[in-house]
T-cell receptor
């Protein structure tokens, strides 16, 4: 099955700096890569996703890049704000309806 | 939370007792999933459903069963709860077809003593 690894497990940045979280996957058949943000006591919420036919996607301060050859994808958050503090999860999936394989999460703290 | 409710939100039970968790959706999505979340493991799939009465196992299905008699409801049952099943359980839904996105419910925190 698929194996998704996520690094780092914890990340602290100063407000206004950038944050980068990286994930690798093992199954070359995976073609959909979502990122979720989870705040304390809540369920994961989708913040951005990318499909394997695209190398980069951006939504305001958040961007995701995908390198299919190296089988890794990354989340980039620019101009970080205290409200960005949360746990972030990456995931990989092969097709619609199929299960997601999640990374183990990154706890991001943005220091004011 | 994308029209998903989970009940109960918190439960404390004793080892050996049966427990049923309920997921209810108002989106009429085809796919429904049960995940568990544990420190150091992220989210892991327990069971999923691709239609009424159509279910399949995920990677951590031992000790769990599911049922889906209506599109909107997906039940997760622990036949005889064990302490290793103490976890936070999340339900997710997905439209399927060409749409891969999964939307998560608020979670159920289960403590098995």
């Amino acid at each position: 099955g698929e194996n998704v690894e996520q690094h780092p497990s914890t990340l602290s940045v100063q407000e206004g700096d950038s944050a980068v979280i990286k994930c690798t996957y093992s199954d070359s058949a995976s073609n959909y890569f979502p990122w979720y943000k989870q705040e304390l006591g809540k369920g994961p919420q989708l913040i951005i996703d990318i499909r394997s036919n695209v190398g980069e996607k951006k939504d305001q301060r958040i961007a995701v890049t995908l390198n299919k050859t190296a089988k890794h994808f990354s989340l980039h958050i620019t101009e970080t704000q205290p409200e960005d503090s949360a746990v972030y999860f990456c995931a990989a999936s092969k097709m619609a309806g199929n299960q997601f394989y999640f990374g183990t999460g990154t706890s991001l703290t943005v220091i004011p | 939370d994308a029209g998903i409710t989970q009940s109960p939100r918190h439960k404390v039970t004793e080892t050996g007792t049966p427990v049923t968790l309920r997921c209810h959706q108002t989106e009429n999505h085809r796919y429904m999933y049960w995940y568990r979340q544990d420190p150091g493991h992220g989210l892991r799939l327990i069971h999923y459903s691709y239609g009424v009465k159509d279910t399949d196992k995920g990677e951590v299905s031992d000790g769990y069963s599911v049922s889906r008699s209506k599109t909107e409801d997906f039940l997760l049952t622990l036949e005889s709860a064990t302490s290793s099943q103490t976890s936070v359980y999340f339900c997710a839904i997905s439209p399927g077809l060409s749409i891969e996105t999964q939307y998560f419910g608020p979670g159920t925190r289960l403590l098995v003593l």
